[in-house]
């Protein structure tokens, strides 16, 4: 149990770690700012609570269920299978926001918009920190 959430830990700070690696690309490249039509950061704002609102569902199938058979079980390979799978895919659907950021300042939004989907995103992450499971007595 321990060394599977070293893992998922370490990659969680991997993930981290882009938000910060997209920004840097983002001011290097310095894509010019356009007017866009309102519709795009809509779309893609309705687009980010729903992939959001997916991964909440996920969440319960594949990180709250097993975390609470972990606690009886703490040693399932099974069980800490489908927990990490929970957490990894928490965390591509958090960057899953970022990248909608990245992808409107490509387009030409300017950074106050994109800092929303940024900062959206890294709230996602920080909320959704792997934590350890306590073994039941």
């Known amino acids: 149990m321990r060394q599977t959430l070293l ?12 938000l910060f690696q ?4 983002l001011g290097f490249v310095h ?19 729903v992939v959001t609102c997916a991964c909440l569902y996920l ?5 709250h ?3 609470t058979m972990l606690e009886l079980q703490p040693e399932d390979q099974a069980l800490l299978k489908r927990w990490r799978v ?8 958090a960057e899953n926001v970022i990248l909608y950021g990245v992808l409107l300042k490509f387009l030409g939004e300017s950074w106050n918009v ?3 989907f940024f900062a959206a995103g890294l709230v996602l992450l920080l909320l959704w920190t792997p934590r350890a499971i306590k073994p039941s007595a």
Not at 86 to 93: I, K, M, P
């Open 7 to 18: 893992a998922v830990r370490l990659l969680h700070i991997v993930f981290i770690i882009t």
């Open 22 to 25: 997209f920004i840097f690309v």
């Open 31 to 49: 894509p010019p700012e356009r007017n866009l039509p309102l519709a795009y950061p809509l779309a893609l704002g309705t687009l980010a609570v």
């Open 59 to 63: 969440r319960k199938q594949f990180l």
């Open 65 to 67: 269920a097993p975390a």
């Open 86 to 93: 929970g957490n990894v895919l928490s965390f591509c659907f």
């Open 114 to 116: 994109v800092a929303l």
